[in-house]
């Protein structure tokens, strides 16, 4: 990764050590059709929301480098602004957009566009972070378009997600919601990690 992109890397290390310590959720129940039901029910509910916002700590690493930031998510229908902060040297970006469009600012002194998040971070920053797909998957749906496996946990709570090429695991949920929401994201696609820990949700 580049040197004025790394977001505390030296950080890491010991995030990541809370990670593997952090349990993990009981993988007890396959798809079936209660579940799939019980999981159509929690998708329309939380679908229904459009507006919402999330605040907390993401780590992203690609097998050789990484890094860590404080993270707030704010969703608007179909338009994302997601701003990631250094804890360490304060360096902020700001990336937002819709699913057609994104714009990253603070990595060089003019803002930088794309046509696609996920590819405008990886082509600056090294980073895979699919963004389109994880404004679901955060929330603990499936992405629309891609073919996707569940695993779900004794309460019928996503616990794993197998979908275009990642796994997502659920490691704790917020049990003040309804419908649950996240608590612990963890998803892996080959060297690729991005995790995710969430202090607070806020819906409308």
């Not at 695993?151 to 949920?173: C, H, M, S």
Request: aromatic share 8%; charged share 30%.
């Amino acid at each position: 990764m580049r040197p004025h992109l790394r977001f505390a890397a030296a950080r890491l290390l010991p995030l990541l050590g809370l990670f593997l310590l952090a349990a993990c959720a009981p993988l007890r129940l396959r798809e079936d059709n209660a579940t799939l039901a019980a999981q159509r029910e929690r998708e329309a509910a939380v679908l229904a929301r459009t507006q919402w916002q999330f605040s907390g700590r993401i780590a992203v690493s690609n097998g050789e480098d990484g890094g860590n930031a404080d993270v707030e998510w704010r969703q608007d229908g179909a338009d994302y602004d997601l701003r990631l902060r250094a804890p360490v040297t304060g360096k902020n970006w700001r990336l937002h957009g819709d699913a057609r469009s994104a714009v990253l600012e603070g990595v060089r002194e003019q803002p930088l566009r794309g046509a696609n998040a996920a590819e405008l971070l990886a082509r600056e920053a090294n980073w895979q972070l699919p963004v389109n797909e994880l404004e679901y998957w955060v929330r603990g749906l499936r992405a629309p378009g891609a073919r996707a496996e569940l695993t779900f946990d004794e309460a019928q709570r996503p616990a794993k997600l197998l979908q275009a090429g990642w796994t997502i695991e659920y490691r704790d949920y917020f049990s003040d919601a309804e419908p649950a929401l996240p608590r612990k994201v963890f998803a892996t696609k080959g060297k690729h990690r991005v995790r995710l820990f969430i202090e607070s949700w806020q819906r409308e």
